[in-house]
């Protein structure tokens, strides 16, 4: 069975870095995209950042461009997600997300919190 | 804000239909899939729909999806108190180039 387990969370202080893995099995990992999105406590879901098949394309949200770096390992089936210049409003439950065109597959996030 | 709009909340009684709307542009429902989520407190999203009016398997078929022109929605029929959930829109947007989210709908089963 699609199994995705996301590690890496936890207390930063502002400016900091993060880096979150998502380890993937039960599905032939380098046949999908992977997408991280977060969800602020209280609050609606929001698209991160997304990485295609082969790493050869990546795209992210305008709220964390040129902070945030995703990546993937074919080799171990991991997608991490690297977070630099960490903001208060960064704080949030990410999640590793199977994704294609929809996202079928969801892990049981990780907590991120921003705060000093 | 949300780029889709969603309203915030819904109700029905057990038994009722309920319906929820996606409302967006052209740049985003209007040209691509919609896929729709479940939500319980505590816990991950869940894919209810995808491709406009595409269930998962395991999904019962009292729910249902459809999208006309720039708006999508989300049916449930035969609500049960199982239900009472939030529920979530998402389309891309070729203009924006980022994947999009409803700001959400707390749907409660009195």
């Known amino acids: 069975q699609v199994q995705l387990v996301e590690s890496g969370g936890g207390l930063v202080k502002p400016g900091g870095s993060l880096r979150l893995a998502c380890a993937a099995s039960?599905?032939?990992?380098?046949?999908?995209?992977m997408t991280w999105i977060r969800q602020a406590p209280g609050k609606g879901l929001e698209w991160v950042s997304f990485?295609?098949?082969?790493?050869?394309?990546?795209d992210s949200a305008d709220s964390v461009k040129g902070r945030f770096t995703v990546s993937r390992d074919d080799t171990k089936n991991l997608f991490f997600l690297h977070m630099d210049d960490l903001r208060v409003e960064d704080t949030a439950v990410y999640y590793c997300?199977?994704?294609?065109?929809?996202?079928?597959?969801w892990g049981q996030g990780t907590l991120v919190t921003v705060s000093s | 804000q949300s780029v889709l709009t969603q309203p915030p909340s819904a109700s029905g009684a057990p038994g009722q239909r309920v319906s929820i709307s996606c409302s967006g542009s052209?740049?985003?429902?209007?040209?691509?899939?919609v896929n729709w989520f479940q939500q319980f407190p505590g816990t991950a999203p869940k894919l209810l729909i995808y491709?406009?009016?595409r269930r998962p398997s395991g999904v019962p078929d009292r729910f249902s999806g459809s999208k006309s022109g720039t708006s999508a929605s989300l049916a449930i029929s035969g609500l049960l108190s199982e239900d009472d959930a939030d529920y979530y829109c998402?389309?891309?947007?070729?203009?924006?180039?980022?994947?999009?989210f409803g700001g959400g709908t707390r749907l409660t089963v009195l």
């Open positions: 039960g599905f032939r990992f380098s046949d999908y995209y």
């Open positions: 990485i295609s098949t082969r790493g050869t394309h990546t």
């Open positions: 997300v199977r994704s294609n065109t929809n996202f079928d597959y």
């Open positions: 491709s406009n009016n």
């Open positions: 998402a389309a891309w947007d070729d203009s924006l180039n980022a994947w999009l």
């Open positions: 052209s740049s985003n429902i209007g040209k691509n899939i």
